[in-house]
């Protein structure tokens, strides 16, 4: 069982940044990937970013390529979310999220095994 705890999350105007964390139980957290979600109100939960155990690993969807940055500190089981240059869009509840692969945690549905409760992220004037 894995239990994962987001925060970090607020509002922030446009331009500016925010860093997510999430904090997982367990001591097999370095053996899960570790990803974010994110979800717009109105819209689908959708794919962010993801990191391996390592991480060699590090895909992320083209909408936050070149702005956001995922690392993890498996000593500390948490795993980051940097977030730069943000954007009205990246408004949204965003999602930390365990997966036994790099491909389940990027498919579509994403075959993920455990989930956070979430963290609002909102970027405005």
């Known amino acids: 069982q894995v239990q994962l705890v987001e925060s970090g999350g607020g509002l922030v105007q446009p331009g500016g940044s925010l860093r997510l964390s999430c904090a997982g139980s367990?001591?097999?957290?370095?053996?899960?990937?570790m990803g974010w979600f994110r979800q717009a109100p109105g819209k689908e939960r959708e794919f962010v970013s993801a990191?391996?155990?390592?991480?060699?690993?590090?895909p992320y969807a083209d909408s936050v390529k070149g702005r956001f940055t995922i690392s993890r500190d498996n000593a500390k089981n948490t795993v980051y979310l940097q977030m730069n240059s943000l954007k009205p869009e990246d408004t949204g509840v965003y999602y930390c999220a365990a997966a036994p692969s790099i491909q389940r945690i990027t498919s579509k549905p994403p075959l993920v095994s455990y989930w956070g409760k979430g963290t609002l992220v909102t970027v405005s004037s």
């Open positions: 990191a391996d155990w390592n991480p060699t690993n590090t």
């Open positions: 367990g001591r097999t957290f370095s053996s899960w990937v």
